[in-house]
Structures are given as C-alpha cells and as structure tokens.
C-alpha cells in the first residue's frame, strides 16, 4: 500500500508500505478521505513542533500526522465486537503519532478511536468528525459553569473549528450565537447556513463601538 511520509521539514515523499493486519483490539480501515488539519499536520510538514521544547524525529511516522479520517473497514481484530468489514467509520479521537497515521491506503485503528456513520453521508460530511471531538472538550468545560444555556455566545473565527463551535452552541441551548471573522466569505457563508445569529468583522471600529459595556 502507499502512504505518504514527512522525509524532512518540507519535503514529504510517497513510500511503500505492507497492508497491515490487525491486532486483537483493532480494525483496519480503506481510507476514501483525510482532512488536512492546519494545526498539527501543516506545522508538522513544516518543521515546526506544536510544543516549545519537542523534538522532531525525520522521516516521521508514515501517514502522520494524519488523523482526521473516514473509510470503510476492512479487517477486525478477534476481540472487536459492535463493528464489521464493509461499516463505514470515522476517528473520532487521535491514535498518537507514534502509530502509522491516516495519509494512507490503510490504516490501523483501535476500535474504541472509531465510530460508525451513516454509509449515505458524504465523505466530507463526517471526516472532520475528530475536530469535533476537539472542540467540544472546549464546551465540556464550560457546561459546568451554566456558561452556555440560554445565554449569548461568541465564536471567535469562521473556519472549520469556528462552524463546529457554533452548531455545538446552538446544540447546548446558547441564546444566541454571534461570530467574528475578517473574511467576508466566510461571515456570508456561516450565517446563510444558519450557524449564527449574526457575524462581524473584528477588524471594524463599528464591531467594538457595538460590543455592550462591561459589567
């Protein structure tokens, strides 16, 4: 199978790999989609480590960083129950960089870092599915707060993080849901879907001149 591996910061390369068979707690998974995550993976090609004082290894993991995946799976190990050859599944939770990560044909997951989706949604409806793991750790602290239910939110940028955020909002009660974002396009597009109540760009005076005053 192929996969692709960070040879040196900036340089990656396409390398040969045996299909791997899975352990007892495992699943192997055909890859149909990563997702790019901005965060780890393009910092990561770059050179640069997501931590001060962390070391790269080069070449790195094949198929690392990736992590945002869905596929179909292909093989189970003998001691997974609730999955099966031909299930459609995305991670949900990262499987750590010293394993063989989703920039591949074929992938190894531990079964409890996948779950199973609806086989009619599109691939890039669900492949973000780990981001969205991400970002509701965010709101899992501040549900015991009473920070969110009906009570005004703020989303600060649009991108894919930004539009989760907001859905997981609206989900947990927010009263309203305002955005902030520079880029127009993706104000336009995040309140024409409904995602938010409005949206501003924080780059405005008029933005800061509308914020209410401080208590």
Known sequence: MRAIQIMAPGKSAVVELPIPEPGPDEVRVRVVATNTCPQWDLHLAAGEPMFVGQSLPYPYTPGQPGHEMTGVVDAVGREVTGLAVGQSVAAWRDAGHGRQGCYAEY????????????AELEPRQ?????LA?????????LLPM???????????????AGLIAAQLLR?????????????????????????????????????????????
Not at 107 to 118: F, G, I, K, N, T
Not at 146 to 160: E, H, K, Q, S, T
């Open 107 to 118: 992938v190894l997951m531990r079964a409890a870092d996948v779950l199973a989706v609806p």
């Open 126 to 130: 669900v492949a973000s599915l780990e």
């Open 133 to 141: 793991m991400c970002v509701s750790v965010c709101l899992l602290d």
């Open 146 to 160: 009473d920070a969110i239910a009906g009570r005004r939110a703020g989303v600060n940028g649009l991108g894919p």
């Open 171 to 215: 989900a947990e009660g927010a009263s309203r849901v305002v955005g902030f974002e520079p880029n127009v396009s993706r104000r336009e597009f995040a309140v024409g879907q409904g995602l938010l109540d409005e949206a501003w760009d924080p780059t405005e005076e008029a933005t800061a001149a509308a914020a209410p005053p401080r208590r």
